[in-house]
């Protein structure tokens, strides 16, 4: 049984955006890490020709927008920006599965030129889902300033997919990728993606069971690896989606248990096993990701400054204490610093409480509504923007310049070792240090607060 277009993307997308898939030609989807300027490129493509929604079942947003180019109309979805398609939250799952099911004719996979390496991980990644990808290579002025060069042909050669150089704000430089994107959909070029070589005894599990899926019909032939992979990882997830979207049951399948634990019982013998195995295919992704980034990209004498500070701030040795010292700072700043303009807040606020006191008892008003309006709203609302509104003024636009600096991505990588230990990654540590904040504060300031009605 086959899939076709309308029944694989039609539960994937919101019913606004649905009837725009049904009107276009071809469905395009934008993928890439986040702040790659992968929405950019959408906007200046898409131009007010856009519509936003909420995934189904999902809180997180959805965009898609039409463009014309040579006649044929085009929908672009901009799936939620990702590092990685092997994670578990929700932007993620919503990334993957949009690649993996929503059947666009193409993926745009627009990456950072100033740190292809990194990127790259998510390019291999979305290989093993589709074989239609083309590979923007967005942010070459800020390589340029870097003094890094790729040569964006021989990337090509070595992914074996289009490769188009992009500079996102300036709409000219997106022609060519419009021209890429049309030329694969028509199937004037045909991408042939290069497939990550992972150790010898995985491999020899996935040629051992991919016999196996191939009898499943309703399967495209470029899914089958990556099936093999999820059934190997034993992720109950994907593979439920999978059963579901193709209409398969593999609990069923006795061949494929059977090859199944084979392949365990060679893999055990190689000491992989479910706790390691994940490790295992990330260490070739990204032994791979560095081999073709270093024989892309050329970087001049003097201006790699960038890649050395990268080592020492995440570093084993001197990641951690640094971190510390940062963080040690913007809590001071936030948490002691606040205390002046807070406090200063609270005198105009008490001053203006005195005037409406005088005001309340000039107009003779009942003592029940003085208080409950002073007393009660004014007076709580007042307290609540002197205490919170100073820390977060100083804390947000610390950690804004330390996200433009490209330092919170470093500290989400020294903390996400730490952070997996309770089911959690390395980005949470934002949140993680607002509440930590919110805390202090709030219990710093509990018994001014509780008292506070008694001072008049």
């Not at 001197?318 to 002691?336: E, Q, R, S, Y």
Request: glycine fraction near 4%.
């Amino acid at each position: 049984m086959g899939l076709t277009k309308s029944s694989s993307v039609s539960h994937l997308l919101s019913s606004e955006i649905q009837k725009l898939e049904n009107a276009c030609n071809y469905t395009i989807a934008i993928a890439g890490n986040p702040n790659v300027g992968k929405s950019t490129i959408f906007n200046h493509l898409t131009g007010m020709n856009q519509h936003t929604g909420n995934w189904p079942g999902k809180t997180v947003t959805n965009a898609a927008g039409t463009y014309e180019y040579k006649q044929d109309h085009f929908l672009l979805v901009d799936i939620p920006g990702t590092y990685s398609l092997m994670s578990h939250s929700e932007e993620e799952k919503i990334a993957r599965n949009y690649i993996c099911f929503g059947n666009p004719d193409v993926t745009v996979i627009v990456v950072d030129s100033t740190c292809l390496e990194r990127n790259l991980n998510l390019v291999f990644q979305t290989f093993e889902i589709t074989d239609r990808v083309i590979v923007c290579v967005n942010l070459l002025d800020e390589a340029k300033k870097k003094g890094i060069s790729i040569d964006l042909k021989k990337l090509s050669d070595l992914l074996g997919v289009p490769v188009i150089g992009t500079n996102a704000r300036k709409k000219k430089t997106l022609t060519a990728l419009m021209e890429c994107v049309y030329q694969v959909c028509h199937k004037e070029i045909l991408p042939s993606p290069k497939k990550i070589n992972y150790l010898p005894v995985i491999e020899n599990s996935i040629h051992l069971m991919i016999p196996s899926i191939q009898k499943y019909d309703s399967i495209p032939s470029y899914l089958h690896r990556f099936i093999c992979l999820k059934l190997l990882e034993k992720e109950e997830t994907i593979l439920h989606s999978i059963s579901s979207n193709f209409h398969v049951n593999f609990k069923e399948n006795e061949l494929l248990k059977q090859k199944l634990d084979e392949s365990y019982c060679l893999m055990k013998k190689n000491d992989i096993n479910e706790s390691n195995f994940r490790n295992k295919l990330i260490s070739s992704i990204i032994l791979e990701a560095e081999n073709i980034s270093n024989q892309t990209c050329s970087y001049k004498k003097g201006k790699n400054f960038t890649f050395k500070i990268d080592k020492v701030l995440t570093s084993k040795k001197f990641g951690i204490p640094i971190m510390l010292l940062f963080l040690g700072i913007i809590f001071w700043l936030t948490i002691i610093g606040a205390n002046y303009p807070s406090s200063l807040l609270s005198q105009f606020f008490a001053w203006i409480q005195e005037k409406l006191i005088i005001g309340a008892k000039a107009i003779s008003m009942p003592n029940w509504l003085s208080d409950l309006l002073i007393f009660g709203m004014y007076q709580t609302v007042t307290w609540v923007i002197a205490v919170m509104l100073p820390p977060m003024a100083i804390f947000f636009p610390l950690f804004t310049l330390l996200e433009d600096l490209g330092y919170l991505p470093r500290i989400a990588f020294n903390l996400d070792h730490y952070f997996k230990k309770a089911c959690s990654s390395g980005k949470q540590a934002l949140t993680m240090c607002m509440v930590v904040i919110k805390w202090y504060r709030k219990n710093s300031r509990r018994e001014e607060f509780l008292f506070y009605p008694f001072y008049y």
